[in-house]
């Protein structure tokens, strides 16, 4: 067994109060059998008094066969490992009832490397089990002994453990100094170096007489000073560092006195530190804890900017830098020295804007990527922007608000980091459209950091600090990386004098340019071409690429055959692996060039079955859900080949692609030289199409957002293709599914557009009384809905109920000739229900709702989605006409019916238990109970959509309505202000949302009698709304309150007398309640 416990004292499992677990190091024999591995720590059960500290000893086993295996990705391989390693555990320790144990970790070599994969994936990933996070927050310590945090020494390697392991193997290749892996496991522990005790052990052989390197792991590389204080070295090699078998290893009572300490204290933590400026996760907000703490009030809810941070260590960086990068020192310095030097005074109160300009490929972002991570730690926060194209930008803004919490519009990220007092820095990538305009994406204040990085010199005049020019590196530096990249166990200078020379013509043909130089490296690394025989070949693809792509630049030419050499070995070995790694590169074209996640893969095969697949399509892209594993192992090996040749960045933990702009281009260009591109773009799209579930469920949200980008991506290029967009019923039909996703998302102007578009191409193919049509036509009144176009979409509504009047499915519905009961007509019916609502007129809504809910209860019975959102509606509408019982039995239905179907989370859930809270405020019954169901709603939008999104403003204000109801307007107030800036800048000052507010803002200021306050609001409101508008005579009923109550008698006079001509100048009579708000009015006039 992997997992073995090697002690335990005589106790209730209740009684044992630490777990230690023991991993050791990768090239000891004993890691070599299970025997073995017991018996090396043995000292711990002989020794250690685990019998009074009440505490088990276990040991792990890793597979160390699986981390060496050939062909794979070594960051892969130790993210499987740890997954193992929390499996067992978490297994372990929920089969002894002690998931809460605390735990204490003790490292040998790579054995510490395995446990910090782990920790970071259990404390960092999402959709993760909750028993991997409890495992996590239960690690009080780890002790790491000769851990390689920043590599082994390469020759003590080959010299002494070249019987173990080869140094030429991938996995070991990675554990050398200051590799990519490490680097990149190094980046992801740093948040939780806090969150544990951390001690450092290393070691310290004795001389032995000669020049022969003896430490694997020096002390720089196995107690890093960011670990802490706690860091001892020990006499002994690295392999003895724990062979405590007797008394008299130097180590024995350090050790040994080291895990007394730490499991005592670990039995009794001491109390947590407490809120400090330094852990804005802790700190409340000061202004509401004396005035609310009694209260069930949440303080989350609250929309305030004072506290910016979400998260410490907050950065989005798409990647890592890559580990050959090397050079650029000049212009490092030059940077940083610009950064923080003092501005002139025309530039002072701004943020300070650098530009990076240059070739493509020449390194631009490599070296914002390197520079952020020298830098990281000057920075609260790192954020990254893909400016490839305006919607690329404006996604990833949306991105960082949804992230940040305050949602995921374009508007809300870019404000928030506006509001950001920590010092952030901002990357703007790819800046090279011409039309691009840069100071849309500069957020607002100062005090930040922004790199841009563009082809485009013109951008040069934005920057504030001297820009950097980028072209070809500095020869010598060019000749290392190349060395570096071909033969990455050999210092670059250390060669020999004709392999320098080699590299040094290489270099120069490729015009020094560093993504040209890497990619040649690896080409050379991977045995395609030798050195000596890599630039004849690289000039006669060169010539052949620029003799058939007219489209290509000389300049791009240098850097694009360098993939092309790879790539055309590829496709000549025509094995599945490389087949399908061609097929990734063909259809990654077509997608957005950075994050192209595997998840795209297996919700396609998820989704489809054999039957439903082209026939057309590649292999890779037909498999179903049947072949779901043979799916994701040909996938695996397809990314790991193309890894191999470095023509795609891989992301083991976020399991996503990317490619480099230029190799992005270069892959389309190459298949439109081909004529191939319109077939590939079809997969493309086929592929996305099939991830998108028809039932847009609650739990793929966050994947469906993800695509938007590839999405963008491939309606530019249909677009482009076809005058005549969408040109073709099948591209319509493929089409009318990614607008789907634009409105799940928010973004409704994307959705309409898209939608009319379609709809526009059905009526010239099919009619404008084809179900397709009619479908598509139903599809904009929604998204109208959604941007508050009432008008608009009553006029499609009702087109869109006659042409249902009319088109009927048989012979025997217009048995109910005038009142169709059809489902299709019903659906409409209930279309239109909701917008009466909403433009308020509640009676025609009531009408529309009760036939339509008849109708479809009697053809589709109670359960059916659409029978419960004709409910809804109907529910909702009794609500606002007063009829508050018959509402709440309905909407009580609809959400015990919502809840079971969709689940509590489910956006149609949470409108119906938002809006049974607001019935309960009506009927004036169970007012804490509807409290608590409108602030669970607005906790779950905020989680799931965001703090700016309209409904979670929709949510705030009906809360605001029961906290003045319960006697705290003075609470609601504060809430309806602090979210009006917000309204303001998302929805804007005319939208009806912005009235909603207001209005309630009123009218807790009446509650609270601040009737300056109240009137103030009510005038602009009244500036806003028509005299015709139904929110109109309410608005117009508070000002003249208002009024009375300031003695202001005249002006109150006044207004009451203007209510009364606008009914006598519209010939309207009012309705019961307006006139008993008359006659209160009249009174109240006359008592003044």
């Given amino acids: 067994m992997p997992l073995q416990i090697l002690a335990k004292p005589n106790l209730p499992p209740g009684g044992i109060n630490v777990d230690i677990i023991a991993i050791q190091d990768i090239f000891e024999p004993a890691a070599q059998s299970t025997k073995e591995y017991r018996g090396y720590f043995v000292w711990l059960r002989s020794f250690l008094n685990y019998q009074s500290l009440q505490c088990r000893i276990l040991a792990y086993q890793y597979d160390v066969q699986a981390l060496l295996e050939p062909g794979l990705r070594s960051t892969q391989v130790l993210f499987d490992q740890s997954i193992a390693l929390l499996d067992e555990v978490v297994a372990e320790r929920h089969n002894s009832n002690a998931a809460s144990r605390p735990l204490i970790f003790l490292c040998h070599g790579v054995g510490g490397l395995l446990v910090k994969r782990a920790l970071t994936h259990a404390h960092q990933a999402h959709n993760i089990p909750e028993s991997f996070r409890k495992l996590s927050s239960s690690v009080y310590a780890i002790i790491f002994a000769g851990t390689p945090h920043h590599g082994f020494s390469d020759e003590v390697l080959k010299v002494q453990y070249q019987d173990l392991l080869r140094p030429s193997d991938q996995f070991v290749l990675d554990l050398l100094k200051d590799s990519e892996m490490l680097e990149e496991l190094n980046s992801l522990f740093q948040p939780l170096i806090d969150k544990v005790r951390i001690y450092s052990i290393w070691e ?188 690329n930008a404006e996604a990833c803004y949306a991105s960082l608000g949804l992230e940040a ?13 506006s509001q950001c007092i920590e010092p952030w820095l901002l990357i703007i990538d790819n800046a090279d459209e011409t039309a691009m305009d840069i100071p849309d994406f500069i957020p607002a204040g100062s005090g930040g950091h922004i790199l841009i990085s563009t082809r485009n010199p013109n951008v040069r005049d934005y920057g504030n600090v001297v820009p950097l020019q980028f072209s070809g590196m500095d020869p010598e530096d060019g000749i290392d990386l190349l060395l570096k990249s071909a033969y990455p166990l050999c210092q670059p200078n250390q060669g020999e004098p004709q392999r320098r020379n080699l590299a040094s013509r290489i270099a120069a043909e490729l015009g020094y340019l560093a993504i040209a130089l890497d990619q040649a490296g690896h080409t050379i690394r991977r045995n395609i071409y030798t050195i000596e025989k890599y630039l004849q070949s690289y000039l006669r693809y060169r010539h052949r690429l620029l003799s058939s792509h007219s489209q290509i630049l000389d300049s791009e030419a240098d850097v694009i055959t360098t993939w092309e050499i790879p790539f055309c070995k590829i496709e000549q070995r025509p094995i599945m692996a490389n087949v399908d ?62 890894c191999d040749h470095s023509i795609v960045d891989h992301d083991a933990e976020r399991k996503t692609c990317t490619l480099h702009p230029v190799v992005h281009r270069w892959a389309r260009s190459r298949l439109a ?64 599914r ?162 079971a179907f969709f689940g509590p989370d489910h956006p149609e859930t949470l409108m119906a238990r938002n809006e049974l809270g607001m019935n309960l405020l009506a009927r004036k019954r169970h007012l804490a109970a509807a409290e608590q169901l409108v602030v669970k709603v607005i906790e779950a939008r905020k989680r799931i959509l965001g703090e700016e999104h309209a409904y979670t403003l929709w949510s705030v204000n009906d809360l605001s309505k029961i906290l003045c109801e319960r006697g705290r307007p003075a609470e609601a107030v504060f809430r309806l202000e602090s979210i009006i800036p917000v309204v303001q800048r998302t929805l804007g000052g005319d939208h009806v949302g912005m009235n909603m507010t207001k209005g309630n803002l009123a009218r807790a200021h009446i509650k609270c009698q601040r009737w300056s306050d109240a009137e103030f609001v009510l005038s602009q409101m009244l500036d806003h709304i028509k005299d015709d508008h139904p929110d109109w005579f309410e608005t117009m009923h508070g000002y003249v309150h208002v009024q009375i109550q300031q003695g202001k008698t005249s002006q109150a006079t006044q207004s009451y007398e203007f209510i009364l001509r606008n009914f006598e100048k ?8 307006q006139s008993r708000v008359i006659r209160r009015l009249k009174t109240a006039i006359s008592e003044a």
């Avoid at 919490?405 to 980091?417: N, Q």
């Avoid at 009619?767 to 941007?787: E, F, M, P, V, Y």
């Fill in 738 to 899: 990614f607008a789907s996703l634009y409105a799940e998302n928010g973004q409704w102007n994307q959705a309409v557009r898209l939608q009319k578009e379609i709809t526009h191409y059905r009526l010239q193919i099919l009619g404008k009384s084809h179900k397709d049509t009619l479908r598509s036509q139903r599809a904009i009144s929604i998204s109208l809905w959604n941007l508050f176009h009432i008008k608009e979409v009553i006029e499609v509504q009702r087109s869109l109920l006659s042409h249902r009047w009319w088109s009927r499915p048989n012979p025997t519905e217009w048995t109910h000739f005038l009142k169709p009961i059809h489902v299709d007509y019903c659906i409409a019916l209930d279309d239109l229900t909701q917008s009466l609502w909403l433009a308020g007129h509640r009676v025609l809504s009531q009408r529309a709702g009760e036939r339509a809910l008849s109708g479809l209860l009697e053809r589709l019975g109670p359960d059916d989605p659409l029978t419960l959102t004709a409910m809804f509606n109907l529910g909702r509408t009794y609500h606002h006409i007063g009829q508050v019982d018959r509402s709440h039995g309905l909407l009580v239905m609809v959400l015990k019916k919502r809840r």
């Fill in 581 to 642: 790694a061609a097929t990734l590169v063909h259809v990654f074209a077509f997608l957005h060039h950075e994050s192209i996640s595997e998840d795209i893969f297996h919700a396609s095969w998820i989704s489809s079955s054999i039957e439903e697949a082209d026939a057309t399509l590649p292999s890779l892209l037909r498999l179903s859900s049947r072949d779901y594993e043979i799916g994701q192992t040909r996938l695996r090996h397809a990314i790991n080949v193309l």
């Fill in 204 to 391: 310290q052989p004795e001389a032995n007489g000669g020049n022969i390197p003896t430490m694997l792991v020096d002390e720089q590389s196995a107690a890093p000073v960011a670990y802490g204080l706690h860091r001892y070295g020990i006499m002994a090699s690295h392999a003895d560092l724990l062979r405590l078998s007797t008394p008299d290893h130097p180590g024995f009572r350090k050790v040994l006195s080291m895990l007394d300490e730490l499991v005592e204290e670990a039995r009794c933590p001491p109390e947590p530190l407490p809120p400090t400026r330094s852990n804005p996760r802790v700190r409340g907000h000061s202004m509401w804890q004396n005035d609310i703490s009694a209260r069930s009030v949440h303080l989350g809810d609250v929309y305030n900017y004072t506290t910016r941070s979400v998260r410490e260590g907050f950065t989005t960086l798409p990647r890592s830098s890559s580990p050959h990068f090397t050079g650029r020192y000049v212009q490092v310095k030059s940077l940083s020295d610009a950064l923080n030097s003092p501005m002139q005074n025309k530039y002072r109160g701004k943020h300070r804007i650098a530009v990076i300009y240059g070739l493509g490929g020449s390194g631009k972002t490599q070296f914002c990527l390197r520079f952020s991570e020298q830098h990281r730690s000057n920075y609260w926060g790192i954020f990254w922007i893909d400016a490839s194209t305006r919607a």
């Fill in 405 to 417: 919490g305050k949602g995921a519009t374009f508007l809300a990220g870019k404000f928030w980091l």
């Fill in 1066 to 1073: 519209k010939r309207i009579v009012p309705n019961p309640a």
């Fill in 673 to 736: 030289q081909r004529h191939e591109d319109a077939f590939w773009l079809d997969c493309a799209v086929q592929l996305l199409n099939r991830c998108i579930s028809p039932h847009l469920e609650a739990s793929g949200y966050k994947f469906r957002r993800s695509m938007l980008p590839h999405i963008d991506s491939c309606i530019e290029l249909l677009r482009s293709k076809d005058t005549a967009f969408p040109g073709s019923l099948k591209v319509a039909n493929q089409v009318e």
